[in-house]
């Protein structure tokens, strides 16, 4: 590998003038199609849900049963644990954590009245998850993710020492972006955790439930059941939604919770909404009549990504030796780790030559990431040949960034 060549390489993509995007974790559009039969299900005939309650009208504000009844068979629930939302589940997060500040946990003091609160978050992990957190001005405790799940040691020792840790974020299955699948033992030990604060909740994201590549889906244990056993039963907080199985404007998004938690939700649902938009829960309903018919979508849509992902671990092959980066089995990200202090070069190597990547420390709280080392591609919304483009770029821009650390470290000493 010499610099000169490499230069060379990057100089000819970059006077191709592209403009590559791998930055957001979106569908394609090939995906979305998938979903457009969903566009004309016809609902003249029939507007009622099973209960008999006429869709086109108010109320109904924990759902129809037939939507809670889907969720439950993904998520391994009862429909009775569940609570269907909008389109978005972040939306639920969020919301969430707005009543927890203002009005405290199931009538609790508010958070906001308790000094400075602050949440465990696993990293590398969602940038979002960051983003409510810093909105609310709760501190963000960064600890390391691995390839069973979070630090559980340093879960533990954490949530047991100060009453002022109000919550984690979980993404259990095919995690955003390391694509890791937590281990039945780690997800045990986070159902037995004893934190000091009594109105503690896990934020327990399973945004990723059926969105395996091909092979068998990941089946966990039930957390909720789990934390039940151990005295927590009102410890976890249960999201999900379609956003990445129909359309990510207008999906269908659910929370689980115990009997306690869910009074809390309905409490303030009902005075956010007279009802949800229960035509889309029914559209949803209709077209996949199941969870078998979610499965089969889903076998559809990875026969759609797979493809996407492969591309991608394939080209990375060439940086053996330079980098790692995981190689999941599901759900929408890949994470990738540099060399120490390297991951901005490569972000502005990348915008330099036309490729747009997730900025370097979005997978971090305050977008801080302390070796400079961690980064997340996106497969999904380019197509197969302006991947193979972008990761000519992703390539050429590591090996860059690499080789002129090892010039400035040669010319230093
Ligand atoms: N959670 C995780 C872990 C995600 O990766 C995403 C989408 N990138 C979301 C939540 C967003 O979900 P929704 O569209 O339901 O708000």
New binding site residues.
């Given amino acids: 590998m010499d610099y000169v060549s490499i230069r060379k390489h990057y100089e000819e993509l970059k006077s191709r003038k592209l403009s590559l995007d791998i930055s957001r ?1 979106k569908p394609g559009p090939d995906q979305l199609d998938l979903s457009n039969p969903m566009l004309s299900v016809s609902l003249q005939e029939g507007y009622c849900s099973v209960s008999g309650a006429d869709c086109r009208n108010y109320g109904g504000i924990d759902g129809i049963p037939e939507m809670r009844g889907i969720f439950a068979d993904i998520l391994g629930l009862a429909a009775s644990d569940i609570i269907i939302g909008g389109n ?4 639920l997060m969020f919301d969430r954590i707005s009543g927890f500040c203002l009005h405290g946990v199931n009538r609790g003091e508010p958070w906001f009245k308790q000094g400075a609160v602050k949440f465990i978050c696993p990293v590398p992990g ?1 940038d ?1 998850h960051f983003g409510i957190c810093e909105y609310f001005n709760i501190e963000m405790m960064p600890i390391e993710m691995t390839d069973t799940g979070p630090d559980m040691d340093a879960v533990e020792t954490l949530v047991q020492s100060d009453c002022l840790i109000k919550g984690m974020w979980c ?1 259990p299955v095919y995690s ?1 972006p390391t694509g890791c699948v937590y281990s039945d033992e780690t997800i045990r030990r986070i159902a037995r955790l004893k934190p000091k604060a009594p109105d503690f909740r896990l934020f327990w ?1 399973n ?1 990723y439930p059926v969105h395996n590549f091909g092979e068998a889906r990941p089946v966990i244990p039930n957390i909720l059941k789990e934390c039940s056993l151990n005295g927590n039963a009102d410890m976890p907080l249960i999201f999900a ?1 379609f ?2 199985i129909s359309f ?1 404007g207008s ?1 269908v ?1 659910a929370v689980a919770a115990s009997e306690n938690n869910k009074k809390g939700i309905l409490e303030q649902l009902n005075h956010q909404t007279v009802g949800p938009d229960k035509i889309n829960q029914l559209r949803h309903v209709r077209f996949f009549k199941n969870a078998d018919g979610v499965y089969t979508h889903m076998e559809k849509l990875s026969r759609i990504i797979k493809p996407k992902f492969d591309v991608v671990l394939s080209a990375l092959d060439e940086l053996n030796g330079l980098s790692a980066w995981s190689k999941p089995k599901g759900g ?1 990200f890949i994470h990738f780790r540099s060399a120490d202090g390297n991951a901005k070069r490569i972000v502005e190597l990348c915008r330099g030559a036309g490729l747009t990547i997730t900025g370097a420390g979005a997978v971090y709280p305050y977008s801080y990431d302390p070796r400079d080392r961690d980064l997340r591609i996106a497969p999904t919304y380019a197509r197969i040949h302006e991947l193979k483009d972008a990761m000519d770029i992703f390539c050429a821009a590591v090996k860059l960034s690499y080789i002129e650390k090892m010039e400035s470290i040669k010319s230093s000493t």
Avoid at 88 to 91: D, I, K, T
Wanted: no cysteine; aromatic share 12%; proline share 6%.
């Fill in positions: 974790g978005s589940s972040l939306n969602y979002r993404v955003n994201d945004a939604s956003s990445k990510p999906a998004s929408y």
